[in-house]
């Protein structure tokens, strides 16, 4: 394995191994609140902070090591700072685990200021543990954003080059030039550094003001300031998760399809399109704080609106291009990532009607947000990770599970999925309300069948695993022999 | 099921539209093959037809819904004021507010961020606005119908969350 596709892999296995143990997380709280297990409400806020900042990291880092991998092909890298960047997250997630257990922090992963300070049931040290830990996390990530925007730059020729400028404006004196237009997944890395450093410096500057009040309590912070930059953070971080992960389907489903992904005029606009929308779609966390200028709240449903045009009208629908009447292959890497193209959109319709401000008013922190986001995340980003996972398994074994094995794990993570999804569809069309330990009817009821959905996800969920170590192990044996 | 049912409605129509597209798209690859030419030339028609679509359903929603929002101008802030402060784990509330007439909600809260959520008698959320420390957020309203509203928390606020709640009478 060469030194490149080591660091892809630490990132791949860390990211995958906290996904597993955010996966039974999570079904711990579902399960509480269907009233199958019985625990304290200071434990299901701390295992829902855990569950809420672990799978945002875990995603995120499995898109980052794809992403740098695809990357360092196009302009080797310094692998020092990809190890640095690993570094600094993987001990920011041993900070937030230690904040949680046995420090019991919990706020919540996107808490609102003064939250961790006030009223707590937690020791002082936890709070301090927690965000010292998230502002590793945002270091490394700074490190990583840097690094991949050093590439991008460097490798076609600045910004103009990168963001495919002349391929738009002067098509034809650029195709006369010869010069290579940036791949697709250029254009991923391209808008995750940009977006992943101002959500950085946002995230950054509230994180610093919240350890300086942690350490003297007599400095003040203003709750709508520190909102707005928790949320122009949080959003965007998670948004990146996508964005990065969609560069595995522009590399991996064209092999598949035996088709090419090639960078196109529109192709090239659309990520300028989710280069600004990404970043200004936040605003609709913050749609029922009626003192926010009344501006951004237009602004934050026209841009989450616009936000949706580049996947559907351009990644998503390629996607489909691409394999319509082609001679794709069928693999779990395949399936996988076409799978993941329709949960991204199916989690964007959820999500649009969760951005209509007159809709937000009967939805706003009802279950039908963890409905939409975990759409997205669960059916969409964690499929294509799982897609580039076994793309490079069955690229370098030869070697493609059964149809039976791709049977059984689509009906557990799509079977089971969806079963799970619907609960907080449901629950949240219903009025019930989002981060309740103990919700009130018909909550209960709703996640028991939640509950049973998860537990069949997660069957589906092991046979992939079991699935992925044979091809790693074959691949062993293989190249042992 | 309460009045947010068109809306999962809605949701589940679509869903299940972009299933049946994909799997069709999907099932076409045991088909005869087509040249990846033949099929942009016709897919690239299609995608802009697409892009008229989600503009006009974007511009209708937008044209429908940007008046609807529920931002109290000075005009609609004229009904009677009642203050409402939130803080762990309870609500300091009118006990009583008028049908029929407007109303503005004075919300703030004297510690952490909460949401004042409003249920009508059905259950169903009718409105909400968020209860800040050091800010006051105004929401007007106008009862239609009479009865005993619930008011829960919509914001996370610390250990007993899921219990902070109160109420009042529509009469």
């Known amino acids: ?481 | 099921m309460n009045g947010a049912s068109p809306v999962l409605i809605g949701f589940l129509v679509a869903a299940a539209a972009i299933l049946v597209v994909m799997a069709a798209v999907a099932r076409t690859t045991i088909e005869p093959p087509e040249t990846q030419a033949a099929v942009t030339s016709t897919g690239y028609r299609l995608r802009k037809g697409w892009l008229w679509a989600l503009g006009a359903a974007a511009v209708v929603a937008l044209a429908i819904s940007l008046p609807s929002f529920p931002y109290g101008k000075p005009a609609t802030l004229a009904g009677k004021h009642f203050t409402v402060i939130a803080s762990q784990y309870s609500f300091e509330l009118p006990q009583a507010v008028p049908a029929g007439t407007s109303v503005v909600f004075d919300v703030t809260s004297k510690d952490v961020n909460h949401g004042f959520g409003i249920y009508d008698p059905r259950g169903r959320l009718i409105a909400q606005v968020q209860a800040m420390p050091d800010y006051v957020n105004h929401l007007p309203l106008r009862f239609g119908v009479k009865g005993h509203y619930l008011v829960r928390c919509l914001e996370y606020c610390g250990i007993a969350h899921a219990g902070m709640q109160g109420a009042f009478e529509v009469r």
């Open chain 1, 1 to 481: 394995m060469s030194s490149a596709r080591r660091i892809m892999w630490a990132y791949l296995t860390t990211g995958i191994a906290v996904f597993g143990l955010m996966v039974l997380v999570g079904l711990a709280m579902r399960m509480e609140q269907a009233h199958w297990v019985t625990y304290d409400p200071g434990s299901f806020y701390a295992l829902m902070t855990l569950h809420g900042s672990g799978m945002i990291v875990a995603l995120a880092l499995c898109g980052m090591g794809g992403l740098w991998f695809i990357m360092d092909r196009e302009r080797a890298m310094d692998q020092g700072l990809a190890w640095s960047a690993y570094a600094l997250i993987v001990l920011g997630v041993v900070a937030v685990i230690l904040s949680v257990y046995p420090g019991r922090f919990g706020a919540g992963w996107t808490f609102l200021f003064p939250l961790p300070f006030v009223g707590t049931t937690w020791p002082n040290w936890a709070t301090g543990t927690f965000l010292i830990g998230v502002a590793l996390v945002m270091l490394g990530w700074t490190v990583y954003c840097m690094q991949l925007l050093g590439c991008v730059l460097s490798k076609y020729g600045g910004l103009r080059g990168a963001m495919g400028w002349d391929l738009v404006f002067h098509h034809d004196a650029f195709v006369a030039s010869g010069r290579p237009e940036p791949p697709p997944a250029a254009f991923a890395a391209l808008i995750t550094a940009v977006d992943g450093l101002f959500a950085s410096a946002g995230g950054m500057l509230v994180g610093v003001a919240l350890i300086i009040h942690w350490i003297d309590p007599t400095v003040a912070i203003d709750p709508l300031w520190a909102k707005n930059l928790t949320y122009l953070f949080g959003h965007t971080f998670a948004n990146l998760t996508i964005y990065m992960a969609i560069a595995f389907v522009y590399v991996a489903l064209p092999r598949y399809a035996q088709r090419e992904w090639h960078t196109s005029q529109v192709l090239a606009i659309a990520w300028w399109g989710t280069l600004l929308f990404v970043a200004t779609a936040y605003f609709h966390h913050l749609y029922m704080d009626f003192v926010q200028p009344r501006g951004v709240q237009y602004i934050g449903e026209v841009a989450s609106y616009l936000a949706a045009f580049p996947p559907a009208v351009v990644t998503i629908f390629g996607g489909a291009l691409l394999v319509y009447r082609s001679r794709l292959r069928w693999t779990m890497s395949s399936m996988f990532m076409y799978a993941g193209l329709v949960g991204w959109l199916i989690g964007g319709v959820g999500a649009l009607i969760d951005a209509t401000v007159p809709i937000n008013v009967s939805l706003h922190n009802t279950l039908w947000v963890p409905a939409h986001f975990h759409t997205y995340l669960l059916e969409g980003v964690t499929l294509f990770v799982f897609g580039w996972i076994f793309a490079d398994l069955e690229a370098r074994t030869g070697l493609v599970s059964s149809l039976a094995t791709r049977w059984i794990t689509g009906l557990g993570i799509f079977g089971g999925g969806a079963v799970l999804l619907l609960g907080w569809y449901v629950a949240g069309a219903a009025s019930v309300p989002r981060r309740y330990a103990e919700q009130p009817a018909p909550g209960p009821a709703i996640a028991a069948w939640a509950s049973a959905g998860a537990i069949l996800l997660i069957l589906g969920l092991v046979v992939c695993l079991i699935e992925a170590v044979r091809l790693a192990r074959a691949r062993t044996i293989e190249t042992a022999a």
